[in-house]
């Protein structure tokens, strides 16, 4: 699936949930964040011996990864942005700030 089509996909199938607000979503965003956070600390280790279930696995991890992209792309377009256009322009931004620091020009 591409960015774009992502995009248009979740704002389909998010069309006409009252909570929509920026705010809102930023504060979801955020609780995912703590989501995702929370697996990545965990990955890989057991509580009192005995794993927690969907708790620090590869599995947990992709799932918050999805419920944070998904909420960025509500965000993109609550905000009128085009998530793929973003990342365009990060990884310009990123390029250039690489190219810059090692004296380089950046190859287009
Ligand atoms: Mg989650």
Redesign the pocket.
């Known amino acids: 699936m591409t960015l774009d089509g992502f995009q248009t996909r979740v704002a389909s199938i998010t069309k006409g949930w009252t909570k929509s607000d920026l705010e809102y979503l930023m504060l979801l965003l955020t609780e995912?964040v703590g989501?995702l956070a929370r697996s990545v600390r965990t990955l890989g280790t057991t509580r009192w011996g005995h794993e927690e279930e969907g708790e620090g696995s590869e599995e947990q991890i992709l799932?918050?990864l999805g419920?944070v992209l998904f909420l960025i792309a509500r965000i993109a377009s609550g905000a009128g942005v085009d998530l793929n256009e973003a990342t365009v322009k990060v990884i310009d931004k990123i390029e250039r700030r690489v190219a810059s620091r090692s004296g380089q020009t950046r190859v287009t």
């Open positions: 995912e989501e799932e918050e419920d």
